[in-house]
């Protein structure tokens, strides 16, 4: 079965802080990859990536995908509290399933 | 403009019983898709309707189900609740051309079954 691994699974830095998110997944059926942000409990959209590999960027977050490795990175920079989340990827299937990974809990503190 | 509405919020069901979960769609949506998200876990999908049909289904049993109405709101049934049915569960809803990036995500209902 297809699987979405995302590491590290938690990570605590401070304000100021550039942190990376971690994403690996599977080719079959592969669409495109999308990255989620939830804090209490819908998550929201941040963005999506094909298999064009163009890096995308909003602010102090971007985030490419790297389709020789199967994997993708979320870059935030310049860290701060209202960062403190929990990210998800998802592979996005041509059949339409969507398939999470476990996610990362960043914690920003002052 | 409404985004995504789940109902109830929470709610707390005994082992065996039966549970309905409802969704209304943001407005212009046509696509509604369920997941399930336990403790420390990821989203699982469950299905995705479309047209009134269950166009795709995720690894789940049969005990779960589903329907999609006329006004594209959906329901998420889940039968003989088990302990490990307790989860968040979070509808999304989407215009089926847009795909996954116009996914719009609820609050979710958290079910707790005892």
């Known amino acids: 079965e297809d699987k979405v691994v995302q590491s590290p699974l938690s990570l605590v830095v401070h304000e100021g802080d550039t942190v990376t998110l971690n994403c690996s997944y599977e080719?079959?059926?592969?669409?495109?990859l999308l990255w989620y942000k939830q804090e209490k409990k819908a998550p929201t959209f941040l963005f999506m990536l094909?298999?064009?590999?163009i890096e995308k960027k909003s602010g102090r977050l971007s985030s490419i995908l790297d389709k020789k490795e199967l994997s993708s990175i979320l870059n935030i920079t310049a860290t701060q509290t209202g960062d403190s989340a929990i990210y998800l990827c998802?592979?996005?299937?041509?059949?339409?399933?969507?398939?999470f990974g476990a996610g990362t809990r960043l914690t920003v503190k002052p | 403009d409404a985004g995504v509405t789940q109902s109830p919020t929470h709610l707390i069901k005994t082992r065996g019983q039966q549970v309905t979960l409802r969704c209304s769609p943001k407005?212009?949506?046509?696509?509604v898709s369920w997941y399930q998200q336990a403790l420390g876990q990821g989203p699982q999908f469950i299905f995705q309707?479309?047209?009134?049909?269950?166009?795709q289904r995720g690894n789940f049993p049969d005990r779960f189900s589903g329907h999609q109405f006329p006004n594209y709101s959906s329901e998420l049934n889940v039968n003989a609740l088990l302990l490990g049915d307790s989860a968040l569960y979070l509808c999304?809803?989407?215009?089926?051309?847009?795909?996954?990036?116009?996914?719009?995500f609820g609050s979710g209902t958290r079910l707790t079954v005892v």
């Open positions: 999304a809803s989407s215009f089926s051309p847009q795909g996954a990036r116009g996914y719009t």
């Open positions: 080719v079959t059926n592969f669409r495109s």
């Open positions: 094909t298999s064009s590999g």
């Open positions: 998802a592979e996005h299937f041509m059949n339409n399933d969507m398939r």
């Open positions: 407005s212009g949506h046509d696509t």
């Open positions: 309707y479309y047209e009134e049909e269950e166009r």
